[in-house]
């Protein structure tokens, strides 16, 4: 007489799942104490076997710190796309938002008794996937990463960093306004990936994961798999659970390249006729089959994207990127747009929250890419956590003497704002003196030796007015006077693009 399943090995991958998860939030959490002791923080990028080649290709250098990415990609040689079912944070977010929504749909996770033909007939749709791979890794060729957009880690670094804990910290007061830029289109982001699962569970690794194309394609030749003894009675119980809809109707077919090895059909069958990993299994051919015009056209269209990712309608007849980038970075910005896989490190490491996301301001390449936004904050002058954050090298590691050599943008006073300028115009004026019209605060808390702002004195009236200025030569850009020039909306003096090395790094 047949037994019922097991369910032990489908509560080890669910524990499995939780703890790399878990481990996941720590590391975001625990990233700038990790970067300050000199540890790693950037494990969970690192696991993106697409992110490393993508990154890799578009710098025309190979990016070792992906290795562990590209040995979970070898494991589906061997054992199927696992990783998706019991490693990727995205997966596990979207497996709790599915069983979320099938709560409040009225349906439990396995309440179904027939399984959704659509599910597993729906085959076409899932190659998208497949040519959105295809697609980005053509526009890396031409230097362009907007693939990151598209990265399941990345989505899950960034929509946890600058969605959920920068809005968490908010609630809880323990951070400043603005807490970080984007936070709103982060997490719609975010909340739309986990919100597709109304229409189909794990909707989002059926028809648009990239990494997860490229682990069904290594999948695809996996000795271990999922097999049906002659004990099953058709029943449907184990199409019915399967989240990725990958199981035929009658429960004998399956499609092996989108299997994630859930586990999750073995112990809803009555007839305990589902086994995993063992078994010999005949050759077949791939069940998501591609057409070669499918892929030319999605390579087509990848190479399409490179004028549509370089327009920047702000400054189109400028050279270089406009933007304030962190140190060491704005010497050679098309590199760094390159290998920047938008996943949010370093802002989660940087103190001051200095550190922001790009929005459309530079175009759409740079959308949610680092840049230095100095009023919520200012570079720290000894700081050099987010080199050591960054996964792929967009940021060099840096030591804090390098970063003293250099200048990531260059500060000027603003005449028309500025206390002590103003009162200096006025100085004609009848009755004017100048008493209680200096200020002073951003040389008092220039951080550079010697002093980048000084002051030019004249006498009006038979007192004293400090007229600010800034010293070129000695300005490393870190913006702390503008951070903390004490007038309301812009300050008077103002951080600009112009990265340069210094002569005389510190000096006076």
């Not at 996941?24 to 790693?40: I, S």
């Not at 060099?396 to 390098?402: E, G, I, K, S, Y």
């Not at 550079?448 to 200025?469: D, M, N, T, Y």
Request: net charge positive; charged share 20%.
């Amino acid at each position: 007489m047949a037994t019922q399943s097991p369910r032990w090995p489908c509560r080890v991958r669910r524990t499995v799942q939780v703890l790399a998860f878990l481990a996941f939030l720590a590391l975001l959490v625990g990233a700038p104490a990790l970067a300050a002791a000199d540890r790693r923080a950037d494990w969970p990028m690192r696991l993106s076997a697409y992110d490393g080649i993508g990154a890799s290709v578009a710098a025309w250098r190979v990016l070792t710190a992906f290795w562990p990415g590209l040995l979970l990609l070898a494991a589906a040689l061997l054992v199927g796309r696992w990783f998706c079912g019991w490693v990727c944070p995205l997966g596990a977010a979207l497996d709790a938002a599915d069983a979320v929504i099938g709560r409040l749909k009225g349906r439990g996770p396995r309440a179904a008794d027939r399984p959704d033909d659509a599910d597993f007939e729906h085959v076409r749709g899932r190659r998208f996937k497949y040519y959105l791979l295809a697609a980005a890794l053509t526009a890396a060729f031409a230097g362009l990463t907007w693939f990151a957009l598209f990265d399941p880690l990345s989505i899950a670094s960034r929509g946890f960093i600058l969605g959920v804990h920068a809005g968490v910290r908010r609630a809880a007061g323990a951070a400043p306004e603005p807490v970080v830029r984007l936070h709103a289109a982060t997490c719609l982001l975010l909340l739309t990936v986990l919100g597709l699962g109304l229409i189909r569970r794990r909707f989002w690794c059926r028809y648009l994961c990239p990494l997860g194309a490229m682990h069904a394609l290594a999948a695809r030749a996996a000795p271990a798999r999922r097999s049906v003894s002659e004990a099953c009675t058709e029943c449907g119980c184990c199409a019915a659970a399967c989240p990725m809809g990958c199981i035929s109707p009658d429960g004998r077919r399956t499609l092996h390249d989108e299997c994630v090895l859930c586990l999750q059909c073995q112990p809803v069958c009555p007839t305990d006729a589902i086994r995993f990993l063992r078994g010999a299994h005949e050759a077949r051919p791939p069940e998501v089959d591609l057409t070669r015009r499918g892929a030319l056209t999605a390579a087509l269209a990848g190479a399409v994207t490179y004028p549509l990712m370089r327009i920047r309608p702000e400054w189109a007849h400028a050279k270089g990127d406009p933007l304030i980038r962190p140190p060491l970075v704005g010497r050679d910005p098309e590199a760094f747009l390159g290998l920047c896989v938008r996943c949010g490190q370093c802002m989660r490491v940087c103190p001051t929250q200095v550190i922001q996301p790009a929005g459309l301001e530079a175009g759409v390449e740079s959308l949610w890419t680092p840049r230095l936004r100095f009023r919520p904050g200012y570079c720290e002058y000894d700081c050099d956590l987010c080199g050591r954050a960054c996964p792929t090298g967009a940021i060099p590691a840096f030591t804090p003497a390098r970063k003293h050599a250099t200048a990531a943008g260059l500060a000027a006073v603003d005449r028309t704002r500025c206390i002590p300028w103003r009162a200096y115009g006025r100085r004609e004026e009848p009755g004017f003196t100048a008493d209680g019209h200096n200020c002073g605060v951003c040389e008092s808390v220039c951080p550079v030796p010697g002093k980048a702002i000084g002051f030019r004195r004249v006498r009006v009236g038979g007192e004293e007015l400090l007229l600010p200025f800034v010293r070129a030569e000695l300005c490393t850009g870190c913006g702390r006077c503008e951070a903390a020039c004490p007038l309301p909306g812009p300050a008077a003096v103002r951080v600009t693009a112009g990265w340069r090395e210094l002569a005389a790094p510190g000096g006076g």
